[in-house]
């Protein structure tokens, strides 16, 4: 039975056997117990986007990782940085430190800010990411074309990536539909990825996509 842990562009968690190309965390949201989640979505402000392999470091997935047997981190999985970032997260300067510091960097150039600080990304991120009771803006077809690759989109449940003038159908095995932007007219569309994760892929962010978006 899958652990209920894999994310969704929403931010919203659930339990499906697909385990994506990250992991990452909220902080500790898990009963080491019984492995499932606690009511809470999140313990801290800090949502990060971490390395599935680092170094020799192996965890029992909503275990017992911290020592004298107690709970450690909540293991979140997703489909690729694209997801993570429409779900609020951001590169972990711990195993991800050269994508963290790129990611940092370029909000200090997008916000015009001398000295840019992972807290100052964190505290603007918690007040923009659904998850945490942020409102995703409404979007019009016409404004799809000035939003950068891998910025994301909802219409209604469905959730798209977008990417060379495509709305690529997300699923939590992959991409699947190609969707011309004209063909989305007519519909409800929201913004998921944070305005502060957009103005950094406006500034040369490039995210990790997963495999199937190039196929």
């Known amino acids: 039975m899958p652990l209920q842990n894999r994310v969704d562009p929403f931010g919203a968690i659930h ?3 697909e385990r994506g190309l990250f992991t990452g965390n909220r902080g500790i949201i898990h009963d080491p117990e019984t492995r499932t989640l606690l009511k809470k979505r999140w313990a801290l402000p800090a949502w990060i986007i971490c390395a599935c392999q680092f170094g020799n470091v192996r965890r029992e997935p909503m275990g ?3 020592p004298g047997g107690k709970a450690g981190w909540t293991e979140l999985f997703f489909l690729d940085e694209v997801t993570a970032l429409a779900a609020g997260h951001r590169p972990c300067f711990f195993c991800r ?3 963290a510091t790129d990611f940092v960097g370029r909000f200090g150039e997008a916000f015009g800010i001398d000295e840019p ?3 100052m990304v964190d505290k603007r991120l918690h007040k923009e990411r659904l998850a945490s009771g942020g409102r995703p803006p409404a979007v019009s077809v016409p404004e799809l074309d000035g939003l950068p690759d891998g910025a994301m989109i909802a219409n209604g449940d469905t959730a798209y990536a977008l990417r060379a003038g495509k709305a690529l159908k997300w ?3 992959g991409y699947a539909e190609r969707v011309a932007l004209d063909r989305l007219a007519g519909s409800s569309l929201r913004l998921l990825t944070p305005a502060t994760t957009i103005a950094v892929l406006r500034q040369g962010f490039a995210p990790v996509w997963h495999p199937s978006a190039d196929t």
Do not use: D, T
Request: charged letters at 40%; proline letters at 7%.
């Open 171 to 173: 699923s939590f095995s």
């Open 97 to 99: 430190r050269e994508r």
């Open 117 to 119: 600080r992972a807290p």
């Open 15 to 17: 339990a499906v056997a």
């Open 64 to 66: 017992r990782n911290r």
